[in-house]
């Protein structure tokens, strides 16, 4: 019985070493061996889960959506009204030098987003925000291109919002913004609305009023010390360009949105800070 046993177990341990041995069918060489990123897929496949990059992918197509109605292929115009206590019919000018008061509603202020800061003709404006005071408030219009094509119907769009009797209303503008509009508007050989035009630039009684006084004059710094005015989640301009060559390349609208938010606050800043040159607030 013994010997039957142990003759039995030997057996078992050949068949088992038979099994184990790579001795392949025709059919079992035939077959290929798929690849694992390939087996990976089809389970997301089976299981419907999306890859990483797709799921990113997918999020930025979904995140294209910009504020605004587009009025021509590739313009948008992003209007916006705040209510604000009464103004004056008109302002006293002597923040700025000038004898006679600036009536209200000839103000006009405006802000760009460029393509770049150092100026020159490569640099094209993507964005001009205006403002202007109403019976109801503050009201903003501002015209934004997502293609370069639009360029001339921006032009053409802010040249409309310009009046015959209009006061340009900027910071820094006289250096930075009117000429840079005013080679865009010539290299596109169109009439510069903006030529000849009265302009005040608030960086200069700004500075006169409070240089030493701070770190700098920048109007970031001059809205959280002298106005009260604190930004969230604001965007630099210094990163604008960047959010609208992203979205030019199909990338995600979320920077591009926060470039409009700086722009609309600047054109309220600006108002704000006019106001309180002129002695309408304490500052």
């Known amino acids: 019985m013994t010997l039957a046993?142990?003759?039995?177990?030997?057996?078992?341990?050949?068949?088992?070493?038979?099994?184990?041995?790579?001795?392949?069918?025709?059919?079992?060489?035939?077959?290929?061996?798929?690849?694992?990123?390939?087996t990976v897929d089809d389970l997301r496949r089976l299981l419907r889960v999306r890859a990483p990059e797709r799921v990113a992918q997918a999020h930025i197509a979904a995140d294209r959506a910009l504020p605004g109605v587009e009025i021509a292929p590739g313009l948008r115009l992003i209007e916006t009204r705040f209510p604000r206590e009464p103004v004056p019919?008109?302002?006293?000018?002597?923040?700025?030098?000038?004898?006679?008061?600036?009536?209200?509603?000839?103000?006009?202020?405006?802000?760009?987003?460029t393509t770049g800061l150092a100026g020159g003709t490569g640099t094209r404006a993507f964005m001009i925000g205006a403002a202007q005071w109403c019976a109801a408030g503050l009201h903003l219009r501002q015209w934004l291109i997502t293609t370069l094509s639009a360029e001339r119907d921006l032009l053409a769009a802010f040249a409309g919002a310009v009046s015959p009797d209009a006061v340009l209303v900027s910071y820094n503008g006289k250096s930075y913004d009117a000429p840079l509009l005013a080679t865009r508007y010539r290299l596109a050989r169109m009439t510069n609305p903006l030529a000849g035009?009265?302009?005040?630039?608030?960086?200069?009684?700004?500075?006169?009023?409070?240089?030493?006084?701070?770190?700098?004059?920048?109007?970031?710094?001059?809205e959280r010390r002298a106005l009260g005015i604190v930004r969230e989640d604001d965007l630099p301009g210094s990163e604008a360009p960047a959010a609208w060559l992203g979205y030019l390349r199909g990338g995600s609208a979320r920077n591009l949105r926060r470039v409009a938010d700086h722009n609309r606050q600047d054109l309220v800043s600006l108002s704000v800070l006019l106001a309180t040159l002129a002695g309408e607030r304490s500052g």
């Open 5 to 38: 046993i142990e003759r039995l177990r030997t057996l078992r341990r050949q068949a088992g070493q038979g099994a184990a041995s790579p001795v392949a069918s025709p059919a079992t060489t035939a077959m290929p061996v798929r690849p694992a990123a390939q």
């Open 197 to 222: 035009r009265d302009h005040v630039d608030l960086l200069y009684p700004t500075r006169r009023r409070w240089r030493g006084r701070w770190e700098n004059c920048r109007l970031a710094t001059i």
């Open 89 to 113: 019919h008109a302002f006293c000018a002597a923040f700025d030098r000038r004898d006679a008061p600036i009536a209200t509603s000839d103000l006009l202020f405006f802000d760009t987003e």
